[in-house]
């Protein structure tokens, strides 16, 4: 176990104004904003220490973050990529062929779904209905939205974020393009 | 093109802004309840409204609000459900995001009439921008003094805050979502006792869906008479509806309740008919829980009336030859759309979201989607369609919450309505044409 894991100054900060949002002795509930946090500041997984720490600074036991952590589809308990690619797999982004969109990752990238690419740059994984049906097929990429998907705009995409090589989170800035 | 009250401005420049939302009018809700009106006389005209749950369950608002406990010193909370996670429908996605201070305003006034002092939004993880735009927009409501102590003057107050999900269909169901905010899993808990007498915290507390908050504003401006006088019937007002799959124009509409179908599907004001000219073959009318409607049923009752977008005429004939209005998520299929595959692809969803927690649900979904893909990978037997209807039936009302309900449902309709697909599947397994490859067939790309 790495001992001197720590937040960062700001993010603690953050983590007791998040706290502060609840009524006395009910800080429990930032437990899920939190691990969102989390799961930002160390490298987009919440690996047993990070989810101790968590324990730690909400006072709490780690059993009560471990099956929170692992209740919930948004909290990886593995390293992902970088750019972890959620591909909306449900009805609408169906019918209108995120099957199609989902291979054409695979070839592209030369992963199978659930899988990482040796470099770690991506990860690609199917999920369940992101409440984008009107604008199907979709993918998202930490708090992006990609819309109305065409093979193009994939290989843009995929294009794009290996030029940028940051990780992207779901605290990013979001270019609100839709509608 | 009937009137609009939630999304008359959203395509105006900047309403996601405080100033421009305040320039439209917006605030008025809350000006007029807190200054001229009791939190009752509040309640009351949401009972005159003949408001109902716009997430999906369609309970009248006004009732939920009355059975609100209200014992002394003990705070009373409003949450809104925004975690809008029923496979079809966005219409919470595009309204939070589009105009933010809609909702907030909604609950300010909303929570005054409820007499609480801390209310939350609880949104889903996955909206984490929306959650951004929300911020933002609470910040600018509180720096405005609309939030925060004695608002307006009336000694009146009330703190706002923005919850995140982590991921979880269930959480859309209004106690496993207050058990997430409580910091849990979100596993349903047993009802009684209800919200409105132990909820969040284990005080008293009302849960709504955003559209349902949202809808108090007109309601409060107007009165509840006046929004009454929208729509048919029992169904009064207008509603988002969330538009999808194989048609020419997706996307989010706001209609008065009673248009027909028929309109909504082909009329260039809403949906502008099916994709590439093809026929229509089947729709989900309210999300995908709700039971999947052939072309002739979702068009005509069974008594050849003209089906109309209403709590009433979508669920005539009940689950027989009818369906329900549930969340508003409306996916159309086209003709060339396999009816077992979308099947499977809905069981695998159920099946992914159940909580775990009742044994019907949890092993019946699982045991559902296995069924489901050996038939839809040609190693189907006619017994195994049978098998099905089985497992739905055992389901459907033995779990703690809905969710089991609305695993069963679009199975039990499927086979109901289209066994000759499934008895196809098992005589030809593979070579069963579908939408697969939809890109393809459709010349979309490269």
Redesign the interface.
């Known amino acids: 176990m790495e001992k001197n894991l720590q937040f960062k100054p700001e993010t603690l900060k953050l983590i007791k104004e998040v706290m502060s949002r609840y009524p006395e002795g009910k800080h429990k509930s930032a437990l899920l904003p939190v691990l969102h946090l989390a799961q930002a500041e160390f490298d987009g997984w919440l690996s047993a220490p990070v989810m101790d720490l968590v324990a730690e600074v909400l006072s709490i036991q780690s059993i009560e973050v471990y099956e929170v952590a692992s209740f919930y589809s948004m909290y990886n308990l593995k390293p992902v990529g970088k750019c972890l690619l959620e591909v909306c797999r449900t009805s609408s982004c169906w019918l209108r062929g995120a099957e199609d969109i989902v291979h054409h990752i695979e070839k592209t990238l030369g992963i199978k779904e659930g899988e990482t690419t040796p470099d770690g740059m991506f990860t690609l994984k199917t999920v369940e209905c992101l409440g984008s049906c009107g604008t199907a097929p979709m993918l998202q990429c930490g708090a992006q939205f990609h819309e109305n998907l065409t093979f193009e705009k994939v290989d843009q995409l995929v294009s794009d974020l290996k030029k940028d090589g940051a990780r992207k989170t779901y605290f990013d800035e979001v270019t609100v393009t839709h509608y | 093109m009937g009137r609009k009250l939630l999304l008359a401005n959203d395509h105006v420049p900047g309403i996601q802004s405080y100033a421009v939302y305040r320039e439209k009018g917006g605030y008025a809700s809350v000006e007029k309840a807190l200054k001229t009106m009791t939190p009752e006389a509040v309640v009351e005209e949401v009972k005159k409204s003949g408001l109902r749950g716009r997430g999906g369950a369609g309970f009248p608002t006004g009732m939920k609000w009355s059975f609100l406990a209200k014992p002394e010193g003990v ?1 009373r909370y409003l949450v809104c459900n925004a975690d ?7 219409k ?3 309204l939070m ?2 105009i933010p201070h809609y909702l907030i305003e909604g609950m300010i006034t909303s929570s005054y009439a409820l007499g609480a002092n ?1 209310s939350y939004i609880y949104v ?6 929306v959650i ?2 929300l911020e933002k927009a609470i910040k600018e409501a509180y720096a405005a003094g609309w939030l925060g102590k004695n608002i307006l003057g009336t000694g009146y107050d009330l ?1 706002l ?1 923005v ?7 269930i959480c859309g169901e209004e106690t496993a979502l207050l058990e ?7 596993n349903p808990r047993i009802k009684p006792p209800f919200p409105a007498i132990k909820g969040l ?1 284990g005080c008293p507390t009302v849960v709504n869906n955003v559209e349902t908050i949202a809808a108090v504003v007109p309601i409060v401006n107007e009165g509840g008479d006046e929004y009454a006088k929208i729509g048919i019937g029992r169904s009064t007002g207008t509603k988002l509806i ?5 048609i020419n124009k ?3 509409y706001e209609i008065d309740l009673g248009v027909p179908v028929e309109e909504f599907i082909y009329s260039d004001q809403y949906c502008g008919g099916i994709l590439n000219n093809k026929k229509l073959k089947a729709v ?1 009318a309210g999300g ?1 829980s709700v039971p999947i409607l052939p072309a002739n049923l979702i068009l005509k009752t069974a008594n050849g009336e003209d089906r109309l977008m209403t709590y009433e005429s979508l669920s005539d004939g009940g689950f027989a030859t009818g369906s329900m209005l549930g969340s508003g ?1 409306f ?1 159309v ?1 086209d003709e060339t ?1 396999s009816i077992v595959k ?1 099947l499977w ?2 069981a695998r ?1 159920y099946h ?2 159940s ?1 775990g927690q009742c044994s019907p649900c949890r092993e019946g979904t699982g045991w559902m989607e296995k069924v489901l893909h050996k038939i839809v990978h040609g190693h189907g037997e006619m017994k195994d369609i049978d098998l099905l209807w089985d497992l739905q039936r055992r389901i459907e009302g033995n779990t703690i919450c809905p969710l089991g309900d609305a695993a069963a449902w679009p199975v039990a309709s499927a086979i109901r309505h289209f066994r000759h697909e499934f008895e196809e599947f098992v005589r030809e397994g593979h070579s069963v044409k579908d ?6 067939t ?1 010349n ?3």
């Open positions: 705070p809008e996670s029923e496979p079809g429908t966005f919470d996605r595009y995001s589009r801390t889903r993880g996955e909206y984490y921008y951004a735009i703190d805050y919850q995140p999900g982590g991921g979880a269909y997430s905010l409580e910091g849990k899993r979100g915290y969330s538009a999808s799959g194989h997706p996307g989010v989900v995908s998520g996916i299929m759309t979308n692809n809905f969803f992914h979201e909580c939408v697969k490859h939809y890109f393809e459709n979309i790309s490269s």
